[in-house]
């Protein structure tokens, strides 16, 4: 399949996953993952997703793995979860909440997180967790904390 025709099947995977279309038989054929939340932290969000296993399977790797590239790090999962819970911030008060004493390590960081698309920088300078983020970072964290035995 070309870059083209992957990307294209990619679209319209979302789109239909955002218009609550339910997959087909055919999609569901190895089963059926998913998650959901409502967040009411700076805001109420809610979110909901179903997919087909042979479709994630399918997915590209690379954007996945660069994401969770940027969370295997403690201070930039650290980072992630301070804006979770308290919403847009400033580079000094990233810093002071991870603990990292120069400014050069902060970017370094968050230069990693923003091109994961895990955080975004808004009009005002500040960095945040982009809302529709919020829910599925929630649910890797999570799910990690499970993998991990945290949870039992």
């Known amino acids: 399949m070309s870059d083209y025709a992957e990307r294209i ?6 789109v239909a996953a955002l218009e609550g279309q339910r997959p087909t ?3 569901l054929a190895a ?12 805001g109420d969000l809610s979110w909901q997703i179903k997919f087909g296993v042979d479709a994630t399977l399918q997915l590209p790797d690379g954007p996945r793995v660069d994401l969770l590239a940027a969370l ?23 810093s002071e909440a991870a603990g990292l004493r120069s400014t050069g390590q902060l970017y370094h960081h968050l230069k990693a997180l923003v091109s994961a698309k895990a955080v975004e920088q808004d009009s005002r300078g ?12 929630l649910v890797i964290l999570t799910a990690a904390a499970d993998v991990a035995g945290q949870l039992r």
Do not use: F, K, M
């Open 25 to 27: 038989a055919e999609a």
């Open 72 to 94: 295997g790090h403690p201070v930039r999962t650290a980072i992630v979860r301070h804006l979770i819970a308290n919403g847009a911030q400033p580079a000094p008060a990233l």
């Open 126 to 137: 500040s960095y945040q967790v982009p809302p529709t983020a919020v829910i599925p970072l």
């Open 9 to 14: 099947a990619d679209l319209e995977r979302r």
């Open 31 to 42: 089963g059926i993952v998913g998650y959901q939340g409502d967040v009411h932290l700076n």
